[in-house]
């Protein structure tokens, strides 16, 4: 839907949520794009996230505004800001601990919409920018994947291919960042890097010693899941209370992150088998807590 800019009324501003607005009476965001080829990014955003509309964890994309100086895009207001606000708290924000539960849910929510971008279409569509940040949770916790604007699809017949390096360094996978070609393993490993944040609390950037040296954060938690003392790096606000989960349900998960952030992208499962291994893991894990 085309809006008129004038439409939109302007609240306030959120580091965390974008430009806060009132449209047809009803609180929404409202994104610019300002860099270059912000004209390309807003329309690779707009046909995607139409694209996406139906998928229930999707950020639904509410309308557009092109004949401004800069393209806008007015989306859904979501009550409870980004995933990496949630988690990482790096701003001592006071919010709300999410659960185990719901981490496990969120997890599965996010690697289901990315399946649906990689399976759904003619071509699969690789996000290319998976993160915290571009996962949105509404009221109720329920995950609504956003950020479409670097997306590119694989041409028919091929396995990848070959774009500018462009994306989050930390969250995007070295043999992408190396050769500057995009495949489906790309957006796993990304997953990877995300499934180690709800895990941790912990940015992919986090930097540790070892007697190895200096680690990654997806090395520390090998060496940890080797020596059985995961507890170590367990986000301590899901451990406070107790055990997060059984053993058997806490290194299945552990070992997932670890296969999705494999370096040998040919090691890493498709998004696929990663939301299948989820859904089993969680409804596993509900029955043994029956």
């Not at 607005?21 to 080829?37: A, P, R, S």
């Not at 390096?165 to 990877?192: C, H, L, N």
């Not at 997806?218 to 997060?244: F, Q, W």
Request: charged content about 25%.
């Amino acid at each position: 839907m085309i809006i008129d800019k004038h439409q939109i009324t302007r609240r306030s501003t959120y580091s965390d949520k974008g430009l806060i607005g009132v449209w047809d009476g009803k609180l929404v965001q409202v994104i610019g794009f300002c860099d270059e080829g912000s004209n390309e990014s807003a329309c690779r955003e707009i046909a995607v996230a139409t694209e996406m509309g139906t998928h229930r964890n999707v950020h639904r994309l509410l309308g557009c505004c092109l004949h401004t100086k800069i393209p806008i895009l007015v989306y859904e207001w979501e009550e409870k800001g980004t995933l990496e606000s949630r988690i990482t708290n790096h701003k001592g924000q006071n919010k709300e601990t999410l659960e185990w539960k719901d981490r496990l849910r969120i997890a599965w929510e996010i690697s289901h919409a990315v399946a649906y971008l990689h399976t759904a279409f003619d071509r699969p569509i690789i996000h290319r920018d998976l993160k915290p940040a571009n996962v949105y949770l509404d009221q109720d916790d329920s995950v609504r994947l956003s950020g479409f604007s670097l997306c590119i699809s694989i041409p028919a017949g091929k396995k990848d291919v070959e774009d500018a390096v462009i994306g989050t360094w930390s969250y995007a996978a070295p043999d992408y960042m190396i050769s500057g070609r995009v495949s489906e393993s790309s957006d796993v490993y990304s997953f990877g890097a995300i499934l180690l944040v709800l895990l941790t609390g912990k940015f992919p950037s986090t930097i540790y010693h070892s007697n190895q040296g200096l680690v990654s954060l997806s090395e520390r938690m090998g060496e940890y899941h080797a020596v059985n003392c995961l507890g170590e790096v367990l986000d301590p606000t899901i451990t406070k209370n107790g055990p997060v989960a059984d053993e058997v349900h806490l290194k299945a998960i552990i070992e997932l992150a670890l296969s999705c952030s494999a370096a040998d992208k040919e090691c890493r499962p498709t998004m696929v088998d990663v939301a299948t291994q989820l859904k089993d893991i969680i409804i596993s894990s509900s029955d043994d807590s029956r």
